[in-house]
């Protein structure tokens, strides 16, 4: 990421089961994340923003904790699955990969960063 500005501010969207693991991940990592309440369906699924403000200088190191707590991911769910003779028979849970995850990330130069 070019140092255009000596200050950015983050603005991460990303789906609400990914929050605590991301923010801790960024605490953990000496960042601070301020969440905002959102809504919407740009994710297609419940949604928190953080805004995080840091020194230009570190915002890939920030990227990369939300690329690798957020970022879009395959998981393996177990899904029942409906018998085509229409007996009730119960069949056993079918592994199925699906899409998880994802985040939308806004960057934005800042004139100010003040910490009080």
């Not at 007996?87 to 910490?115: M, T």
Request: no cysteine; charged share 25%; proline share 3%.
């Amino acid at each position: 990421m070019e140092n255009e500005s000596k200050n950015k501010l983050i603005l991460a969207v990303l789906q609400g089961e990914d929050y605590d693991d991301t923010v801790y991940e960024l605490n953990r990592n000496g960042f601070f994340a301020t969440l905002l309440s959102s809504t919407g369906g740009f994710l297609k699924k419940r949604s928190v923003t953080l805004m995080i403000g840091v020194s230009a200088d570190k915002a890939d190191q920030v990227l990369a904790i939300l690329k690798k707590r957020a970022g879009k991911r395959t998981e393996t769910i177990y899904q029942s699955m409906a018998p085509l003779n229409g007996n009730s028979a119960a069949l056993p849970a079918v592994p199925v990969e699906r899409e998880a995850g994802g985040a939308a990330i806004f960057i934005l130069d800042l004139e100010s960063l003040q910490k009080f």
